[in-house]
């Protein structure tokens, strides 16, 4: 397996500031926002939601919007047909069951319609500032190519995270593996020249013929 400190330290020195690159006022415009960013991007997202939340800052005033006018607005983040309905949903479930108040824990947040448990992690840890590995498509391919995990699918990625990276450093860790995959790392033309933990990735070393 890969030295895991090693890159870690490296990748922390390349991003000193790790958070969220969506923009939020609350924990529920997060939780919006999360769901809005899946098969999408933070900035496109990022255009999105302030003309949302200008129209339904609040749990209520958006389960109470009728699903087209959902749609409507959030059109160009595509999937618009489920994420509306993920949203209304959502939204219903934050007011009925938790009294207008995103829920702080893992387990209450994954009870949430279109809440899955990527979308649960990073919440909880950005913020709730809890501990979480949120691995998205970044995070599985980064981790993977470094060799801090070896793991075909999401869960076992993040469980193999989660034994690799002391627990006090899983909610930095998870954006520094994201947005090394964002901006080096990234999935069809990897910047391996610039790349700060080239000498430590297995995905490097394999491709070029290394031991």
Sequence with gaps: ??????????????????????????????LVAVILSAQCTDKRVNTVTPVLFQVAPTPDKLAALPLETIEELIRSCGFYHSKATYLKQMSTDVVERFGGVVPNTLDELRTLAGVGRKTAN????????????????????????LGIANANNVIDTEKQLMQAIPPEQWADSHHYILLHGRYVCKAQRPNCVECHVQALCKHYKETHNEQ
């Design 1 to 30: 397996m890969a030295d895991t400190k090693a890159i870690l330290d490296i990748l922390s020195k390349d991003f000193p500031n790790p958070k969220s690159e969506l923009n939020f006022n609350s924990p529920f415009e997060l």
């Design 122 to 145: 990073v919440v909880y840890a950005v913020a709730f500032g809890g501990q979480a590995i949120a691995v998205d498509t970044h995070v599985f391919r980064v981790s993977n190519r």
